[in-house]
């Protein structure tokens, strides 16, 4: 990018200035003239001279430099000279040639000082600006020279910050010098690729900035990507540079860009290295928080518009032969983004008050189910999974009995499962809640144990009948002997502490026969049954009414 000396000037002085030479001979020529009429007219030729004549000299010099500052007084004097040779009005005596030799001489004087006086300021003025829009490493422009690009108002441009990531890399290896010339080198191909459309910055030691018309956010991106994605030769050393991109469109509102409208495509840039992927054109987190809002404010309407689901997933023995209990898992069917994960939009509504209502709505679904459900499996427990918030609010645990005694169901077909996490939230209220909950018959099961704190401390803080050990920690077993030893002890003290351990997570034979070796009283995962709707599910349970599922009851009191 070329820096004018100005971009804001009036267009007639940026017009004279570029016929500078023209005009100053044109401006010496009408003074001269005037000087003519002037003197015939006065009759008074030495004020005439001294006080016209230097104004175009020193113009001329300040224009056109030492040489042409010269020239141009000598041409005053030359075109002068006849005027020194009339008689001089007050004494009546000729003036002498040497006079105006002299005269001539100190004409081109005046107009090569003033040329030698305005070449000096105008190289400290270039150095000064050199020192002020360029780095002073590469030469290259850096953002003071932004201002030097004026956009056209209400277009829209294309901006882009341009990350070396691998910058210290190459000059721990190759040296400053070495990454310099690089340096230019992006800048050059840059700059031609680019023409007169744009401009190019060196905005830090490891990034440019880009500014162009846009054509498109994504194509953009992708020409710059096919210029800069290549291996680079420097002194005939190839190097591998990774670039990474960030970029965002803008129209301006006024004739200029500052630094703050690089912030964006510069922390988007900084996402890309950070991801190790070349370009980032989306504010992820900005994104992120948008789609949030959507969910939260459509959560409302897909309860009432039944875009919400639940699916049942059986746990049964280690063996496989009987079926202990349903976990009641929710899915949301979105009209327009598909199917939303439970871990996607439960912790956006956890946050909000919407979760009493989906709670509240969860209980009031699981008990029609269980009220409906096949009479031959009346002792299979189904359980609901409940936020730290619902189990810390009082209201919740007083309509929990009520509900299950509006619907006739005995309390012991339902079990609350909490996780660590939530317990920990407020470990004294937990254990008094946990114990209200018992107190009332209805069972309690932590939740997801070896993904929080996985303190095992905590299995005898906190007194529940069920503890599930997360699927993440059931995988690291069946490689991590470690891991495996933290299993089989917490197996141990939970059984010693009367609860039973359900095993989630379970996918293959041999992670069930681990787990039945570790003595697991139950176990939950796509080895027996991925997650179904009640229908599905009735059909599954016909399907498993054979001889080798055994009575539930029987199996829960421990007679089997």
Same mark, same amino acid.
């Given at each position: ?12 002085? &940026? ?41 175009? %000299?020193?113009? /001329? ?23 020194? &040779? ?27 000082? /003033? ?18 829009? $360029? ?9 003071? &020279? ?22 210290? /890399? ?16 992006? =800048? ?53 540079? &990774? ?12 004739? $200029? ?10 922390? $988007? ?12 054109? $989306? ?83 699981? %008990? ?14 189904? /359980? ?7 189990? =810390? ?147 599954? %349970? ?12 029987? =199996? ?5």
């Amino acid at each position: 990018m070329r820096l004018p000396v100005s971009k804001r000037i009036p267009n007639w002085i &940026a017009l004279i200035y570029r016929h500078r030479f023209l005009v100053s001979l044109v401006t010496v020529i009408l003074i001269s003239v005037l000087v003519y009429i002037l003197a015939n007219a006065a009759q008074n030729v030495r004020y005439l001279y001294g006080y016209v004549v230097f104004l175009p %000299l020193v113009i /001329s010099g300040l224009a056109l430099g030492v040489r042409w500052g010269a020239f141009m007084g000598a041409l005053a004097g030359v075109m002068l000279a006849p005027l020194l &040779a009339i008689i001089d009005p007050l004494d009546g005596t000729f003036v002498m040639v040497v006079d105006a030799i002299l005269r001539l001489v100190l004409f081109a004087g005046v107009g090569a000082f /003033s040329g030698y006086v305005a070449t000096r300021l105008r190289a400290s003025s270039r150095t000064i600006h050199q020192l002020r829009t $360029r780095n002073q490493l590469t030469d290259i422009p850096d953002i003071n &020279a932004l201002r030097f690009f004026t956009p056209k108002i209400n277009h829209t441009y294309t901006l882009t910050s341009v990350l070396i990531g691998n910058k210290q /890399s190459i000059v721990d290896m190759l040296g400053i010098g070495v990454y310099r010339d690089l340096l230019r080198k992006l =800048y050059d191909v840059l700059i031609d690729n680019l023409g007169k459309k744009g401009f190019v910055v060196q905005s830090d030691s490891d990034k440019f900035w880009i500014a162009m018309p846009s054509s498109g956010l994504e194509k953009d991106v992708e020409d710059l990507q096919a210029v800069l994605d290549n291996e680079w030769d420097v002194h005939g050393i190839p190097l591998y540079v &990774a670039i990474h991109l960030g970029a965002e469109a803008k129209t301006p509102s006024e004739s $200029r860009f500052y630094a703050t409208d690089f912030n964006t495509p510069t922390a $988007r840039s900084n996402i890309a290295f950070k991801l190790r992927t070349f370009y980032i054109i $989306r504010d992820l987190e900005l994104d992120k928080q948008q789609e949030d809002y959507e969910l939260l404010s459509g959560f409302s309407s897909a309860l009432e518009n039944d875009e919400l689901y639940i699916t049942f997933q059986p746990q049964l023995s280690p063996e496989g032969a009987t079926l202990v209990g349903l976990e009641a898992l929710v899915r949301w069917q979105h009209p327009e983004k598909g199917k939303i994960s439970p871990g996607r939009f439960i912790p956006l509504i956890e946050k909000t008050e919407l979760i009493h209502t989906f709670t509240e709505w969860l209980l009031q679904r699981v %008990l029609t189910v269980i009220d409906a459900f096949p009479n031959q499996w009346d002792d299979v427990y189904f /359980s609901i999974n409940v936020s730290a918030k619902n189990i =810390y609010d009082g209201k919740f645990l007083e309509r929990l009995p009520k509900a299950l005694e509006t619907k006739g169901i005995a309390p012991s077909r339902l079990k609350v499962e909490l996780t660590e996490t939530a317990l920990m939230q407020n470990p004294e209220a937990a254990k008094r809640q946990l114990s209200t909950l018992q107190s009332h018959g209805i069972g309690t099961a932590i939740d997801d144990f070896g993904k929080g704190h996985s303190s095992l401390y905590y299995l005898g803080a906190f007194e529940a009948d069920t503890l599930k050990v997360d699927q993440h920690f059931i995988w690291k077993m069946m490689d991590d002997e470690r891991v495996y030893s933290i299993v089989r002890a917490a197996v141990r003290l939970a059984k010693d502490l009367g609860m039973r351990v359900v095993a989630e997570g379970v996918e293959d034979e041999t992670m069930l026969q681990t787990v039945d070796e570790l003595g697991f009283d139950g176990v939950q995962g796509y080895y027996f049954a991925k997650p179904m709707e009640f229908r599905a599910l009735k059909h599954w %349970l016909r399907s498993q009414a054979s001889p080798q599922l055994m009575d539930a009851e029987s =199996y829960l009191r421990g007679e089997m």
